[in-house]
């Protein structure tokens, strides 16, 4: 086991190879406010509702839940885009001709954000679903660019196969459009509407945070929003009122030090250079600077982290 007594640190501003950046720091604001109300608050005193896109921005958001003894549910910065339909061809945004069903689209049981078409209006529904297919072939004319596939998939292998054998699943765009699809139709079939689904308002997609187990399910209609609970998310009506986490981005400060290090190994071997890095970071914390801050080494331009320092003799000549 390497002993830390092994290495005498000294830190220098200005010059390589440790490098010190603060990125993403979170606020528990426990006031009860709407989704929106909550982010109208984050923007004008930090920079938005809380966005996790990282393993350590969790722990930093776990950091502030402790340090303030939070146990409830808080708004973050999760919704869920429900205006965000486009066709596949193009990717295309949605234009104003909607026919879509009566009480359509819903996203029932949160599920649901492909579209499909019948004989006389549009539906949304699972992905998962298997359905017949339209696809649009631009290398045909008229009509007979719209072909209809009534072998059964599922909206993403109905893409897939539409983009293999002919261009992309059909557009609806216009009366026009509309008319000839639903003309090849005998019941619910996919075309090319789809829309986003989860993302983070930055508009980068959900990811890093597991949902609630049978979540998100939309079960009260329009759960649009999300918040965290117990480090998982949920989706919940925009207008509920709860705490919520803001967060702020801390842009430039960064700083480079040049660390100085004594050492009977080689401290460019991996283990050695990783030892070495969790030394610094200790110390960090047990100066109440941890927080917020990310430590890593800066290679060189061959690769390593650490050269050995050059002295010069009392002879005036250079010695490794």
């Known amino acids: 086991m390497m002993e830390q007594h092994l290495f005498i640190i000294l830190f220098f501003t200005g010059v390589v190879p440790l490098v010190l950046s603060v990125s993403r720091k979170y606020y528990l604001i426990q006031q009860g406010k709407t989704w929106s109300d909550a982010q109208a608050y984050c923007r004008a005193e930090h920079t938005d509702l809380a966005i996790i896109e990282s393993n ?3 722990v930093r958001l776990q950091n502030e839940i402790q340090r303030q003894q939070f146990s409830s549910s808080a708004w973050i910065g999760l919704y869920n885009d429900i205006n965000s339909w486009y ?3 193009g990717h295309e945004p949605l234009g104003s001709m909607r ?3 009566t009480g359509e689209p819903d996203n029932w049981l949160g599920q649901e954000w492909c579209g499909a078409t019948n004989t006389w209006a549009w539906s949304d529904g699972s992905c998962t679903k298997t359905l017949p297919v339209v696809c649009f072939d631009d290398t045909k004319t008229g009509n007979q660019r719209y072909i209809y596939i009534s072998n059964t998939k599922t909206w993403y292998d109905a893409q897939a196969y539409c983009k293999t054998y ?3 699943l059909a557009s609806a765009r216009n009366a026009t ?3 000839v699809i639903q ?9 090319g509407l789809i829309r986003d689904t989860w993302k983070w308002i930055d508009k980068t997609n959900f990811s890093t945070i597991s949902w609630i187990s049978g979540k998100p399910d939309n079960s009260l209609k329009n759960e649009n929003c999300g918040y965290l609970n117990n480090g998982q998310a949920d989706d919940a009506k925009c207008s509920d009122i709860m705490p919520f986490f803001c967060y702020r981005i801390i842009t430039g400060q960064q700083q480079i030090v040049r660390v100085k290090v004594r050492s009977n190994q080689d401290v460019n071997d991996p283990a050695v250079n990783a030892a070495i890095l969790e030394q610094i970071k200790q110390e960090l914390k047990d100066h109440g600077m941890a927080e917020n801050i990310t430590v890593k080494w800066r290679e060189q331009p061959d690769g390593k982290v650490f050269h050995k320092e050059t002295e010069k003799n009392s002879t005036g000549k250079e010695e490794l």
């Open 56 to 58: 350590d921005d969790m």
């Open 87 to 89: 066709w596949s061809l």
């Open 99 to 101: 026919p879509w069903a």
């Open 166 to 168: 002919h261009t992309d």
């Open 177 to 179: 459009e509309i008319s």
């Open 183 to 191: 003309g090849l139709v005998s019941g619910w079939t996919w075309f």
